[in-house]
């Protein structure tokens, strides 16, 4: 199975930060590539597919980039709404899909 | 709008069946389109994939190598849901378990829609 790698696992930022997660496979995936975002108590939600396609809904100042190994979620002013956990998963070699171990994004 | 509901009991005794359901709503479990799935999440094992059902002029399911041998995605048309039983649990089985909507093609494990997640947990 693939393995993902997301990094850092935990992140502090205020309001109005620029941030970046990145997440590493353990073979190349081309662009299959989403990201969740989950909030305390609820269900992932998606974020992006493939790996820069924002999903229909979701804000202009999150995006994905990335091919082959690496990867990267960038929210361009954190909102007091996206502290949550993000998670990036792979679809190329599937089944099984695999998830990375999230990042925690944090209120400084 | 797609909306799944999850059921089940959220206590289960080790070396018993868990078994949840995922009531769908707004999509059709028979849709050739679609695929169903169930994934679970714990602090161990963190997000982990466990199987599916999809139709394509027939029925199909697989599911992760990890509980190949316990584990039964069954579908209902009748009641346009799909349910999942775990066969001989353990403590390790304990986490909070998802239905989720999958895609077709390159899609198929783009989890588009969720249920609310059910905890479960294994104790005597």
């Known amino acids: 199975d693939i393995q993902l790698t997301q990094s850092p696992s935990f992140l502090s930022a205020s309001v109005g930060d620029r941030v970046t997660i990145t997440c590493r496979a353990s073979?190349?995936?081309?662009?299959?590539l989403a990201w969740y975002q989950q909030e305390p108590g609820k269900a992932p939600k998606i974020l992006i597919y493939p790996a820069s396609t924002l999903q229909s809904g979701v804000p202009l100042r999150f995006s994905g980039s990335g091919s082959g190994t690496e990867f990267t979620l960038t929210i361009s002013s954190l909102q007091p709404e996206d502290f949550a956990t993000y998670y990036c998963?792979?679809?190329?070699?599937?089944?099984?899909?695999?998830f990375g171990q999230g990042t925690k994004l944090e209120i400084k | 709008q797609v909306h799944l509901q999850q059921s089940g009991p959220g206590l289960v005794k080790p070396s018993q069946t868990l078994s949840l359901t995922c009531a769908i709503s707004g999509d059709a479990v028979s849709r050739n389109s679609a695929a169903w799935n169930w994934i679970r999440q714990s602090p161990s094992r963190g997000l982990e994939w466990l199987g599916r059902?999809?139709?394509?002029?027939?029925?199909?399911?697989d599911s992760a190598v990890s509980v190949k041998s316990r584990i039964t995605i069954n579908p209902d048309t009748s009641k346009n849901q799909f349910s999942l039983q775990l066969n001989s649990v353990t403590a390790d089985d304990t986490a909070v378990y998802y239905c989720?909507?999958?895609?077709?093609?390159?899609?198929?494990?783009?989890?588009?829609?969720w249920g609310q997640g059910i905890l479960v947990t294994v104790s005597s």
């Open positions: 989720a909507r999958g895609g077709s093609g390159t899609t198929v494990f783009r989890f588009d829609s």
């Open positions: 073979q190349g995936i081309g662009s299959d």
């Open positions: 059902t999809y139709y394509r002029s027939k029925w199909y399911s």
């Open positions: 998963q792979q679809l190329n070699d599937s089944p099984p899909p695999t």
